[in-house]
């Protein structure tokens, strides 16, 4: 392991992801599809030697940055655990985010942040990040034994806030992974890498760190776990899908868990590198309403909704047995050829029938159907992905280069509409951390 040298700074980086298939059925127990994408957030922390013993959040994407000091943050958040589902401050630890009354914690949270004159008019946005940054930083280090010293902590994104490619999710794994990676470094610096580190009080816990430049399996699931506290500010009641896939990257089966287990997720190892045309429709997106919508439709109308989401279980399900097949093809071989194209147009028939199934769930958008409309016009396929009434819509692009001018095209078509297209890979690394010194 290399040896961590003062004062630490290091970057955090974290995909966005696209829901392939399973957006809205996922968060009613169904299967969903999901895969990182190569347009990524970064976080930098960089300690400091500040005399004032600020701690400064700047975020640029957001037009906000604010200042808190290590004395006011420890004194109000870090001298008492967060409230709890269950037990006492001696059963929490690190190592179990879900005792944390998230609601709660959250509401006390929103107040603190509110009652400041200055941020009192706070866009929703900029209260949401400053909410999900105090939530992370009190949890994540109120029960460890270290010494927080002032850091400054920029995040810098190129994903689009609110158009359903994972930017909020992106945050949360970066900001989770910063305190982790922190701690991390802070119990290397003092040789403590074995024993409890825990404070007096609460339960005692213990961190093997074998490499300090990259996250093992156990520390992302830790992470992912942390990050779905800064999704459920965000957005209410998430499956835990996006933060999962922005942790771990490539793609990824998933299916919420059911009540007091955890989710089952599948990591799909050796699926086809797929190629997308990410469509920016220009609306912004709730999610939170469009989840409630979703349940409220199901509510009235029972057995139509809950078919369709059964339905679009199959279609998750399928499409993940569809990328594994391409997976395992030779594409130098003639046979093999025609097999992929094949089993590429059962692909986009999925894709099809899926925006079929979110129509009815009540989701699209008149912008994303405009996109669809001129899409298929092209011969293409085109659905809407995250939680729909504005966002992203993705399409499939062909994996012959006989059809690159047609692509063309059809991008020229949708940007003289007044669209914004990004061509992008699926399937980037999940979270990374770089040391700088």
Not at 8 to 20: N, R, T
Not at 114 to 126: D, H
Not at 149 to 158: E, L
Not at 386 to 389: H, K, N, P, Q
């Given at each position: 392991?290399?040896?961590v040298?003062?004062p ?13 298939h399973?957006?809205h059925?996922v968060?009613?127990g ?15 922390v960089?300690?400091g030697?500040s ?24 004194e109000?958040?870090?001298s ?9 401050q001696c059963?929490?630890n ?10 709660k914690?959250i ?5 603190y ?14 209260e949401?990040?400053l ?12 029960s460890?034994?270290?010494?927080i ?13 609110g158009?359903?490619?994972?930017s ?25 890498t074995?024993?409890?580190?825990s404070?007096n009080?609460?339960?005692d816990?213990?961190?093997e760190?074998?490499d300090?430049?990259?996250?093992s399996?156990k520390?992302?699931?830790?992470i992912?776990r942390w ?6 500010i ?7 899908l ?10 990824v ?5 059911k009540e ?10 050796g ?21 409630a919508k ?6 009235c109308?029972?057995?139509v909704?809950q ?5 679009m279980?199959?279609?998750?399900i399928?499409?993940a ?15 093999t ?14 894709v099809d ?5 979110l129509?009815?769930?009540?989701v ?5 159907d ?7 016009k ?7 992905t995250?939680?729909?009434?504005g966002?992203?819509?993705f399409?499939l692009?062909?994996?012959c280069?006989?059809q ?6 059809m991008?020229?078509q ?9 061509e ?7 979270i ?6």
């Open positions: 392991m290399l040896p040298k003062y630490l700074a290091f970057i955090v980086s974290a995909p966005g992801k696209v829901i392939l399973g957006e059925s968060v009613h169904k299967t969903a599809l999901a895969a990182s994408l190569n347009i990524r957030t970064n976080i930098t960089k300690e030697d005399v004032d013993g600020k701690i400064i959040l700047d975020l640029p994407n957001l037009d906000t940055k604010h200042a808190y000091t290590v004395l006011e943050l420890n109000i958040f870090l008492n655990p967060p409230p709890l589902l269950k037990g006492s059963d929490f690190l190592y179990n985010p879900e005792l944390i009354n998230t609601s914690f509401e006390t949270l929103r107040e942040v509110l009652k400041s004159e200055k941020l009192q008019q706070l866009p929703f946005p900029q949401c990040a909410v999900a940054f105090l939530a992370l930083y009190t949890g994540i280090f109120c460890v034994n270290i010494q010293q002032p850091f400054f902590i920029g995040v810098v994104s190129d994903l689009t806030l158009s359903g490619c994972g909020s999710a992106s945050f949360s794994v970066c900001l989770a992974a910063a305190f982790i990676h922190y701690i991390r470094s802070k119990i290397s610096l003092n040789s403590i074995h024993g409890n580190i404070k009080g609460y339960k816990m213990e961190m760190i074998i300090l430049t990259v996250f399996a520390e992302k699931e830790l992912s990050a779905l506290i800064g999704e459920k965000m957005h209410g009641n998430p499956s835990g996006d933060n999962a896939t922005c942790t771990f990257g490539s793609v089966k998933f299916r919420k868990g007091g287990q955890g989710a089952v997720l599948e990591h799909l190892s699926t086809a590198k797929l190629k997308i045309l990410l469509v920016d429709s220009g609306v912004r997106r709730d999610t939170a309403r469009m989840l979703v349940s409220e439709r199901l509510k109308y029972p057995q909704v078919s369709t989401l059964d339905a279980d199959g279609i998750a399928a499409a047995e569809i990328l594994m097949l391409l997976g395992e093809l030779d594409t130098e071989i003639g046979d050829l025609k097999q992929q194209n094949s089993l590429h147009a059962k692909l986009e028939e999925l029938m899926n925006q079929a199934f129509n009815v769930l009540g699209s958008h008149p912008s994303l405009r996109i669809c409309r001129t899409v298929s092209c011969g293409f396929h085109a659905k809407l995250g939680a729909g009434g966002g992203y819509a399409i692009l062909p994996p280069s006989s690159q001018t047609k692509v063309q095209q991008k020229e949708l940007e003289r509409n007044g669209f914004v297209c990004t992008t890979e699926l399937g980037s690394a999940g990374t951390v770089s040391n700088l010194i």
